[in-house]
C-alpha cells in the first residue's frame, strides 16, 4: 500500500538557517505528493505541492522536488524565519484514490 | 472565502457523556473528511463522505463512533459515550471533488478531553 516516511524531528534551528526535511514515499504508479504545514493551535494547511515526476512545488520560499528515482519529496528553505516554527507533515494521494496518507510529522522550531 | 468551520474549538467533557462535533465544509466542495489527531497515532482518517453519502468509514474506531452528513454544508461526528481514551483534536477536511491529487482544506479543529 501507500505509505510517507519522514525525518523525525524535533528540529531546532536558528533564524536565517537552512532547513530539510526528507520525506520518501511507497507507491503504485505515479501518486501526488503534498507538504501541509500546521502552527501551533490550527489545521493543517497546503503548502506546496507536486502532481508528477520533476515537477517542484513552491511557495513561501519552501521548495520540494518530486523524484521518482529516488522515490522522495524533500522539503527545502534557504533562510527560515521564527514563523517557521510549525509542524510539517509530507503526504501522498493515489491515483484515482481519495486517501491521503500521511507522515509522522516533523516539528521545528526556529529560535531567534 | 470562510474556509472549513467547526465547533466547538474546545469541549471538555465527563466520561460516558455524548459529545456532538460539528463542521460546515467549503461552498461547492462535494467530499468531507473526519480526521483524528493524536501523539501516539498522528492523523487518522475517521470517515469520508462524497456527495452526502459515507464512502469509507472503515476508520471509525467503534460503534461509539458516528458520523452524519444530511445535506452539503453540514456534518457531525458524534461519539456516545466518550472515554478518556478519545481526547483528541478532531479535524474535518473538505476539497472539491475528492481525489486524492487535490488539495484537503483543513479546519481549525475541535479539542477534546474526556475526564
Known amino acids: 500500500g501507500n505509505s510517507v516516511t519522514q525525518m523525525e524531528g524535533p528540529v531546532t534551528l536558528s533564524e536565517e538557517a537552512f532547513l530539510t526535511i526528507n520525506c520518501t514515499y511507497t507507491?503504485?504508479?505515479?501518486?501526488?505528493l503534498f507538504w501541509y504545514v500546521q502552527y501551533p493551535g490550527e489545521g493543517l494547511q497546503l503548502l506546496l505541492k507536486?502532481?508528477?515526476?520533476?515537477d517542484k512545488g513552491s511557495n513561501k520560499g519552501f521548495e520540494a522536488t518530486y523524484r521518482k528515482e529516488t522515490t522522495s519529496f524533500h522539503l527545502e528553505k534557504g533562510s527560515v524565519q521564527v514563523s517557521d516554527s510549525a509542524v510539517y507533515f509530507c503526504?501522498?494521494?493515489?491515483?484515482?484514490?481519495?486517501?491521503?496518507?500521511f507522515g509522522a510529522g516533523t516539528t521545528v522550531t526556529v529560535r531567534a | 472565502d470562510a474556509g472549513v468551520i467547526q465547533s466547538p474549538r474546545h469541549e471538555v467533557t465527563e466520561m460516558g457523556q455524548e459529545v456532538t462535533l460539528r463542521c460546515k465544509p467549503i461552498?461547492?466542495?462535494?467530499?468531507l473528511f473526519w480526521y483524528r489527531q493524536t501523539m501516539m497515532r498522528g492523523l487518522e482518517l475517521l470517515i469520508y463522505f462524497n456527495n452526502n453519502v459515507p464512502i469509507d468509514d472503515s476508520g471509525m474506531p467503534e460503534d461509539r463512533f458516528s458520523a452524519k452528513m444530511p445535506n452539503a454544508s453540514f456534518s457531525t461526528l458524534k461519539i456516545q459515550p466518550s472515554e478518556p481514551r478519545d481526547s483528541a483534536v478532531y479535524f474535518c477536511a473538505s476539497s472539491r471533488t475528492g481525489l486524492a491529487e487535490e488539495t484537503q482544506y483543513f479546519g481549525p479543529g475541535t479539542r477534546l478531553l474526556v475526564l
Open positions: 461552498s461547492g466542495h462535494n467530499s
Open positions: 503526504a501522498l494521494g493515489g491515483i484515482n484514490d481519495y486517501k491521503l496518507s
Open positions: 507536486a502532481t508528477k515526476a520533476d
Open positions: 507507491a503504485t504508479g505515479y501518486p501526488s
